[in-house]
């Protein structure tokens, strides 16, 4: 089959189906924004389209999301019929809903079937928005509105898709109720063999060297800021310093922005929460702090593989590779008690959870754990137990997704 990806930064959610469908003899091909030349990755034909963001244009501040998508499903638009023109004609496209790349894709192929990774809803309330009161907006006036107009997109493309996927149950429960019926649940997939435990692991960053025998607690976003609970975590960091004064604390994660929004002053998170707290923790505690920023996926997973408890905080939203992957590696994991985090760890068995907001008693569960061995080695041996039972990627999560493509290609479109 001839097989079309839609992705802005491919291959995103898509890094392991799309090379799998190619080395299975399918001709696959990409069309994204992410790069500026025409090139092949992993037997995958990958095809820029040209995207700059709208600028000048006076808009219902409402209409923001749906403005940037229509441009950008314009962009796909005009790339997919240069494609048509030279011949190509996908059997299936698979594209991911959250920037609108899908919007006029059966403008250009009428009969093609579709499926789309229909990742999260926006919710007016109950997940994300207003999650958090510090950074709830002050005047909410629309709020059901705004939201309805931010998914308008998602909507359109999931309504024209044959089918759908998304990776937890929580996550495909935020889509109308109407819609559901399209969405298959399965995970991307963690790659086991990959992220696994090793004892012999060391993680290494300028002049630091950790090893299994170390004490380390590690901190995880892509970038730092509220929806991944940094906030939380620097609130609390001077009395799990003082707790735990043998600990080295390592914190990955960019200073940009994933979700959210940035601080109003033009600092960064990071510089907003050194500012709040830096005063307070004494130098000789703060030594033992560490900011690596973004670091190689090798040098991530030996953080992982050394780590003596690792915390993961979020708002309800979507669920993070990370805290899956350090399950994986059989890290001793206190996280918070949000969803879809509930779908991965449950309390006392496969890692333990906290009130997102509670710093304190994250601190608590943090340093009892570091305290007992026996403890994380349950918890960790769990966690990856879970991992391989539900979220293998080779014998659980790509198998599935293959049967979603396999399904997706028997659609009759008559």
């Known amino acids: 089959m001839n097989i079309l990806f839609l992705h802005q930064n491919f291959p995103g959610q898509f890094k392991h189906l799309a090379p799998a469908l190619a080395q299975s003899g399918h001709r696959v091909l990409a069309l994204t924004s992410r790069v500026k030349t025409a090139q092949t990755w992993n037997g995958v034909q990958i095809v820029p389209y040209a995207w700059s963001e709208p600028e000048g244009q006076k808009h219902h501040p409402w209409l923001t999301n749906l403005n940037a998508a229509t441009h950008r499903g314009?962009?796909?638009?005009?790339?997919?019929?240069?494609?048509?023109?030279?011949?190509?004609?996908?059997?299936?496209?698979?594209?991911?809903?959250?920037?609108?790349?899908?919007?006029?894709?059966?403008?250009?192929?009428?009969?093609?079937?579709?499926?789309?990774f229909s990742e999260f809803y926006y919710q007016a309330e109950g997940a994300d928005i207003g999650f958090d009161p510090e950074f709830a907006l002050t005047n909410a006036f629309g709020e059901a509105a705004r939201m309805r107009f931010r998914n308008?997109?998602?909507?359109?493309?999931?309504?024209?898709?044959?089918?759908?996927?998304?990776?937890?149950?929580?996550?495909?429960?935020?889509?109308?109720?109407?819609?559901?019926?399209?969405?298959?649940?399965?995970?991307?997939?963690?790659?086991?063999?990959?992220?696994?435990?090793?004892?012999?692991?060391?993680?290494?960053?300028?002049?630091?060297?950790?090893?299994?025998?170390?004490?380390?607690?590690?901190?995880?976003?892509?970038?730092?800021?509220?929806?991944?609970?940094?906030?939380?975590?620097?609130?609390?960091?001077?009395?799990?310093?003082?707790?735990?004064?043998?600990?080295?604390?390592?914190?990955?994660?960019?200073?940009?922005?994933?979700?959210?929004?940035?601080?109003?002053?033009?600092?960064?998170?990071?510089?907003?929460?050194?500012?709040?707290v830096r005063a307070g923790i004494p130098d000789d505690d703060w030594a033992r702090v560490h900011f690596v920023g973004k670091v190689p996926y090798d040098q991530f997973l030996n953080l992982l593989r050394v780590s003596t408890v690792h915390v993961y905080l979020t708002y309800p939203f979507v669920l993070s590779w990370s805290l899956m992957e350090a399950m994986a590696?059989?890290?001793?994991?206190?996280?918070?008690?949000?969803?879809?985090?509930?779908?991965?760890?449950?309390?006392g068995e496969t890692g333990l959870l906290v009130n997102f907001f509670d710093g304190r008693a994250m601190v608590e569960r943090v340093d009892a754990l570091c305290r007992d061995p026996e403890r994380r080695r349950e918890l960790g041996q769990a966690a990856r137990r879970k991992i391989l039972e539900e979220y293998d990627l080779a014998k659980v999560c790509l198998p599935k997704q293959f049967e979603w493509v396999e399904a997706l290609s028997a659609v009759r479109r008559d």
């Open 74 to 116: 314009t962009a796909v638009y005009r790339a997919s019929h240069a494609l048509a023109e030279r011949g190509y004609r996908p059997d299936m496209i698979v594209a991911h809903t959250g920037w609108g790349e899908a919007l006029f894709v059966r403008d250009v192929w009428p009969d093609v079937r579709l499926g789309t």
């Open 152 to 276: 308008l997109s998602m909507r359109t493309q999931l309504e024209s898709a044959d089918m759908a996927l998304c990776p937890t149950h929580w996550q495909a429960s935020t889509h109308p109720a109407d819609l559901r019926h399209k969405i298959t649940v399965v995970h991307d997939g963690i790659d086991t063999a990959t992220a696994r435990p090793d004892p012999a692991a060391e993680f290494r960053h300028e002049e630091l060297r950790l090893g299994t025998g170390d004490e380390v607690i590690t901190f995880v976003n892509r970038n730092l800021e509220p929806y991944r609970g940094f906030h939380v975590f620097m609130r609390a960091l001077g009395e799990l310093l003082k707790r735990r004064p043998q600990a080295r604390v390592v914190i990955v994660g960019g200073d940009g922005i994933s979700y959210g929004a940035a601080p109003k002053d033009g600092r960064t998170w990071k510089e907003v929460m050194l500012a709040e």
């Open 329 to 347: 590696c059989e890290a001793a994991i206190v996280a918070s008690d949000t969803r879809p985090v509930t779908e991965v760890i449950s309390d």
